[in-house]
């Protein structure tokens, strides 16, 4: 597609530099060989020069009007099927006055027919095509379509289904003087949208650091807090400590000290239980 675009560029350079020297019918001619040309479908230079322009009072008068119906026209107004639209106003709209086309350049003309409808409607519908091309069928609707896609006028899918052609992109046509102060009216318009879009992106930039800095003060605050909490813990728990431990030696003293109302002849006792049971076998003795 890019190495297609580039050629184009280079064939019409080439046609700008000859048309500067051409008068009267080698204009004429190289005119229709531009209007024929593949991938030259903008003609607003060549309209510019003052040499075509006074073919505009010339014999060569239809091949004038021919090359402005190419640059803001559609195929519908070279067939003079719909009445001219106020912005082509300035020349007749028969279509028996115009120099007939080759197929080449009807199919030129309907490409640019369907990027004029394009820039009013996204979804073009089989129907709307069809009339506004003149094309008897949808085989050749379709065939056309890929044709300009392939050459570049525009980008998009036929939904064959629901009968229509949807359109991703599409080139810009030429520009006449009287539509330069509605171009700048919608440019206004578009600045002054783009400008409350900007208003309302810095007022939510501005609410979200606001946000941001209440997040951030309520972080602080709540770490404090753990910290301070974190203290009173480790100050509580020493204190508690402190206030259970003992001393090691007198522990120590404890352990080997009776406790209080221990009975303290509990050997004596054991002693006794001996000798009563000495007693008891000298016994058991003298019997024997």
Not at 33 to 45: I, K, N, R, S, T
Not at 250 to 276: D, F, I, V
Request: charged share 25%.
């Amino acid at each position: 597609m890019s190495a297609e675009v580039k050629v184009t560029g280079q064939n019409q350079e080439q046609f700008l530099l000859l048309a500067k020297s051409a008068k009267g019918a080698a204009l004429a001619t190289l005119i229709h060989q531009v209007l024929e040309a593949p991938g030259v479908y903008v003609f607003g230079e060549l309209l510019d020069m003052p040499n075509v322009r006074e073919l505009a009072e010339s014999d060569f008068a239809s091949t004038f009007r021919l090359l402005t119906v190419f640059a803001y026209g559609t195929y519908a107004d070279y067939l003079g099927e719909i009445r001219i639209s106020s912005t082509l106003s300035f020349f007749p709209a028969e279509a028996r006055n115009l120099p007939p086309l080759t197929e080449a350049q009807k199919n030129k003309l309907r490409h640019l027919s369907v990027v004029t409808l394009a820039a009013k409607v996204k979804c073009i519908p089989y129907a709307v095509l069809l009339e506004a091309l003149a094309l008897r069928n949808v085989r050749q609707l379709e065939d056309l379509v890929i044709e300009a896609v392939y050459a570049d006028v525009l980008r998009g899918s036929l939904d064959q289904r629901n009968q229509r052609l949807e359109v991703d992109y599409s080139i810009g046509r030429d520009i006449q003087r009287q539509d330069l102060s509605a171009i700048a009216r919608t440019l206004q318009e578009w600045c002054v949208g783009c400008e409350v879009v900007l208003s309302g992106i810095e007022e939510q930039v501005s609410r979200a650091n606001q946000h941001k800095e209440q997040q951030l003060g309520l972080k602080q605050q709540i770490e404090s807090e753990v910290a301070n909490l974190k203290k009173t813990i480790k100050v509580t728990t020493a204190a508690a400590a402190a206030a259970t431990s003992q001393d090691p030696e007198q522990h120590l003293t404890e352990l080997r000290e009776p406790a209080p109302g221990t009975n303290q002849r509990q050997p004596s006792k054991k002693a006794s239980k001996g000798k009563g049971l000495r007693g008891s076998a000298k016994i058991w003795s003298k019997s024997n």
